[in-house]
């Protein structure tokens, strides 16, 4: 997958989310800790984002492509997110987005 194809992904993923409600706060949050593709608020909720593209489901889910070590990565950077915008009194949780071609598949409150 390009980049191009990944930001192209991650925007239609956004789009997609502010149509269910998701008040999109910021894209491709970076940290020392790592990425977050998007980060969003509903409900009094402040949701961390993974996209995960796919042209096709032959080698695999976008989901199973979402580690233990990448679901660390990503709590460790939604933590130092929510301490930066002293958010941290504020319940968190992490989403998958999966995107293959104009169908787009939502796991919400994704765990370990």
């Known amino acids: 997958m390009s980049r191009k194809a990944g930001i192209e992904a991650e925007k239609n993923a956004a789009n997609f989310l502010s149509q269910k409600g998701y008040r999109i706060l910021t894209t491709n949050f970076t940290s ?4 977050i593709d998007i980060i969003a608020e509903k409900n009094g909720r402040i949701i961390f984002i993974e996209v995960k593209m796919r042209s ?7 989901r199973e492509y979402v580690t233990s070590k990448k679901l660390q990565k990503i709590i460790l950077t939604a933590q130092l ?26 796991l919400e409150n994704v765990t370990l």
């Open 56 to 62: 096709s489901s032959s080698f695999g889910t976008g």
């Open 81 to 106: 997110y929510m301490q930066k915008n002293k958010l941290t009194n504020i319940p968190f949780q992490i989403d998958v987005v999966e995107v293959q071609g104009e169908q787009f598949t939502h």
């Open 32 to 35: 020392r800790m790592g990425e």
